[in-house]
């Protein structure tokens, strides 16, 4: 049984104006949907819009258009009270460990704040509640009266991680939380997330670059290339029958541990310039770099279609 639609996006939009220059398209006609209890991974590279996205879904940003749906109903025609429930239902880790915590506040502040607004814990279930969530994410209780200089990167990861778990969350936005953290740290918060998602239900939006890692962890994923998806399929599906030639591209970069295979492995080294996302032109933003485009990529830009059931591509050749 197909499980059940949370958040879902349509034809959504977002530009940014650059004075003197144009308009900087960084999300343009995404269309997703994020189903209960799953993980999708949402990969590109830097630059590709990923993270504006991200932040969209969580109205950090306001849509130029298109529609964001939970559960069905507009995110942006919600009433004051369906606003702050759709705040708690869905929540962000952001990328930056360092950045995303105020520095002036004890980490049990941090983590209470949400708890406040939303009016979840008082007194000493409060407290409890923010102990509990700090053993959870695999930190000690008197780390809650520290500040975050006091902790090392993958500890303020996992701060994140409990602030963002903290009002108990149906979606969780996890914005490449582990790109700037030790490979050994890696594999802690990427089982500690797997687990919780285990004993939660929560569903992720996986946003990274890492390729090799997104396969593990992802249920399906999504290809995207300056501000479009060009690529989605179930993960196994993408890796052994990716038919996107930026997808394939991308597949062929991933190192494999093996020095003898390494060392005969054909790599895809893409030809000419990454085109510039402001004012972009009418066809196939990938048509420079691609070794099969002919004169109808140049033309005109492709659409996302189904080629196969659950496997879509934005792609003339295919």
Same mark, same amino acid.
């Given at each position: 049984m197909e499980r059940k639609v @949370?958040?879902?996006?349509?034809?959504?939009?977002?530009?940014? &104006? =650059?004075?003197?220059?144009?308009?900087?398209?960084?999300?343009?006609?995404?269309?997703?949907?994020l189903h209960a209890g799953e993980t999708l991974?949402?990969?590109?590279?830097?630059?590709?819009?990923?993270?504006? @996205?991200?932040r969209t879904l969580v109205k950090l940003y306001r849509p130029d258009s298109g529609r964001i749906l939970f &559960?069905?109903?507009?995110?942006?025609?919600?009433?004051?009270?369906?606003?702050?429930?759709?705040?708690?239902?869905?929540?962000?880790?952001?990328?930056? !460990?360092?950045?995303?915590?105020?520095p002036l506040s004890v980490v049990s502040t941090s983590i209470g704040e949400g708890l406040d607004i939303h009016g979840l814990y008082r007194g000493r279930e409060r407290r409890e509640r923010i102990l509990e969530l700090l053993q959870m994410v695999g930190l000690n209780r008197e780390h809650a009266n520290r500040f975050p200089h006091e902790f090392s990167g993958g500890q303020r990861q996992r701060i994140g991680i409990a602030?963002?778990?903290?009002? &108990?969350?149906?979606?969780?936005?996890?914005?490449? !939380?582990?790109?700037?953290?030790d490979v050994s740290i890696q594999a802690q918060i990427i089982n500690l997330l797997m687990r919780l998602q285990q004993e939660t239900g929560m569903a992720y939006l996986f946003i990274t670059h890492d390729l090799s890692m997104v396969k593990a962890i992802s249920d399906r994923i999504a290809v995207m290339y300056l501000g479009s998806i060009v690529e989605m399929a179930g993960a &196994?599906?993408?890796?052994?029958?990716?038919?996107?030639?930026?997808?394939?591209?991308?597949?062929?970069? =991933?190192? =494999?541990?093996?020095?003898?295979?390494?060392?005969?492995?054909?790599?895809?080294?893409?030809?000419?310039?990454? !085109?510039?996302?402001?004012?972009?032109?009418?066809?196939c933003p990938f048509a420079g770099?691609?070794?099969?485009?002919?004169?109808?990529?140049?033309?005109?830009?492709p659409e996302l279609r189904e080629v196969e059931k659950g496997h879509f591509a934005a792609c003339h050749r295919v």
């Open positions: @949370l958040l879902e996006t349509q034809d959504l939009r977002k530009t940014f &104006e =650059i004075r003197g220059r144009g308009t900087l398209t960084a999300v343009g006609g995404v269309n997703l949907k991974g949402l990969v590109g590279e830097s630059g590709c819009g990923k993270t504006t @996205l991200g &559960e069905g109903k507009d995110i942006w025609t919600q009433n004051r009270k369906e606003n702050l429930h759709y705040h708690k239902d869905v929540q962000m880790i952001y990328q930056d !460990p360092y950045a995303s915590l105020d602030r963002a778990l903290a009002v &108990e969350p149906r979606v969780l936005v996890c914005d490449e !939380p582990i790109s700037a953290l &196994e599906t993408l890796y052994a029958r990716h038919c996107h030639p930026y997808t394939e591209a991308l597949l062929s970069a =991933i190192p =494999i541990p093996d020095p003898e295979v390494e060392a005969k492995r054909k790599r895809i080294l893409l030809r000419g310039d990454i !085109p510039s996302p402001v004012n972009l032109g009418k066809g770099r691609c070794p099969r485009a002919d004169a109808k990529c140049h033309d005109s830009c």
